[in-house]
């Protein structure tokens, strides 16, 4: 079944495949999480790290967490993508970053130190702050 709002609201959780930036075809998901309340809703969409290792991406550099700027901008470019059908307020990129911060606590500025990536909306215009740290 395709991803789509109707498709994640029915179902919750979709797995299937997605083409990675080197050409391997590889088992991804999505998952709708709705806040309640005050709470934001978030999206996530994510590669296994077993699948990551099968396709034969380096992501282990020394760092704590998964790095691969590769695929850190593959999923900004999916990000920036969705952003022009679907605007949103934040967008994180990296290793199990679920509500790990929020757009009003960004507070419209990317950190200048970044162990993470994030997408960020300013003036209409989505700005991209790759991982630096």
Request: glycine content about 14%; proline content about 5%; hydrophobic content about 40%.
């Amino acid at each position: 079944m395709p991803c789509t709002v109707a498709s994640l609201s029915e179902h919750g959780h979709l797995r299937g495949r997605v083409r990675l930036p080197t050409g391997r075809l590889v088992v991804c998901g999505c998952l709708a999480i709705r806040g309640s309340g005050e709470s934001s809703d978030w999206l996530d969409f994510y590669v296994p790290v077993g699948a990551l290792e099968k396709a034969g991406i380096a992501y282990r550099d020394g760092r704590p967490f998964f790095r691969s700027a590769d695929l850190d901008d593959w999923l900004a470019a999916i990000g920036t993508e969705t952003f022009k059908h679907a605007p949103f307020s934040l967008g994180v990129i990296g290793f199990e970053v679920s509500g790990c911060t929020d757009a009003s606590t960004m507070e419209g500025r990317l950190p200048e130190e970044r162990d993470i990536g994030y997408l960020l909306p300013q003036g209409g215009v989505l700005h991209y702050g790759a991982a630096n740290t």
